[in-house]
């Protein structure tokens, strides 16, 4: 008997969850941004410290790193805190997000600084890290834009933005931006990076049970090229706004 596909509460398989971008969240940082995308939920905050890592010093360029974590119930059952070393999956992830925001950001303009990015995911639905980029990616702009106010920097370091999407093949049906239960399953399941210009930053795609085609991995491709325009253009529309904090 087959197993019925997950359903998507009248989602199409072309469609983004519904996406919501909290600016200000975390009032004592430089930059925050609560991201919402179905039910995933994680916070993101930018911290500027005036130093860089000692193997940069001198370089005249700044440095853009990130530090991931979930919390304990974010899951359906508890997971332990990662105190210490972090686990294999935890420093991926967290890697991944910095070269995703360092892709973004004139790190001369910045100067001799760095910004670290913390990404706390609340509850996990799937499609954590690609809500972490995105979300990273607007509290990152408010710091910079911080350091601009406070007269540290001359120009804004933020080049452009950058965003993130998951795709994949459910049963044979391309669909974007998985939550849980279809990444899970999913025959073939991608992470896609993409700058606001439309250059690549990283593709991340695994063939879960069986291998995929030139020509599906291009339909993905152009799928997830759909999601990230309209991602891009509401982060636009929340730096549009105001802050809370």
């Given amino acids: ?25 975390a009032p004592y940082a430089e930059g925050s941004c609560l991201v919402r995308a179905g039910r995933t939920a994680v916070l993101c905050t930018a911290s500027v410290q005036e130093e860089v890592p000692p193997w ?16 304990p119930r974010a899951t359906h059952t508890r997971t332990g805190r990662e105190r210490g070393k972090v686990g294999g999956r935890t420093q991926e992830i967290q890697r991944l997000i ?24 609340i509850v996990a639905d799937g499609g954590t890290r ?17 350091l601009v106010a406070q ?21 044979g049906e391309p669909r974007l931006d998985l939550q849980y239960d279809e990444d899970v399953i999913a025959d073939v399941d991608m992470n896609l990076v993409a700058l606001e210009s439309g250059g690549l930053v990283e593709v991340q795609g695994t063939a879960e049970h069986h291998s995929f085609s030139r020509s599906e991995l291009d339909v993905l491709l152009d799928l997830g090229s759909t999601g990230l ?11 549009a706004t105001a802050r809370v904090g």
Wanted: net charge positive.
């Fill in 56 to 71: 940069r010093r001198g370089a005249g360029e700044g440095w853009v790193t990130a530090e991931y974590a979930m919390l």
């Fill in 151 to 171: 007269g540290r920097v001359t120009s804004h370091p933020v080049r452009e933005l950058v965003a993130a999407t998951s795709v994949g093949i459910i049963g």
């Fill in 1 to 25: 008997m087959n197993t019925p596909l997950p359903t998507r509460s009248g989602r199409t398989a072309s469609e983004l969850r519904a996406i919501s971008f909290q600016r200000g969240e």
């Fill in 130 to 146: 690609t809500a972490a980029i995105t979300g990273a990616a607007l509290a990152l702009h408010d710091a910079c834009s911080w």
């Fill in 229 to 239: 325009r309209a991602l891009f253009a509401m982060q636009r529309a929340a730096l």
């Fill in 98 to 121: 910095g070269r995703a925001l360092r892709a973004s950001v004139d790190l001369a303009a910045l100067g001799e600084r760095t910004v670290l990015v913390d990404c706390d995911v």
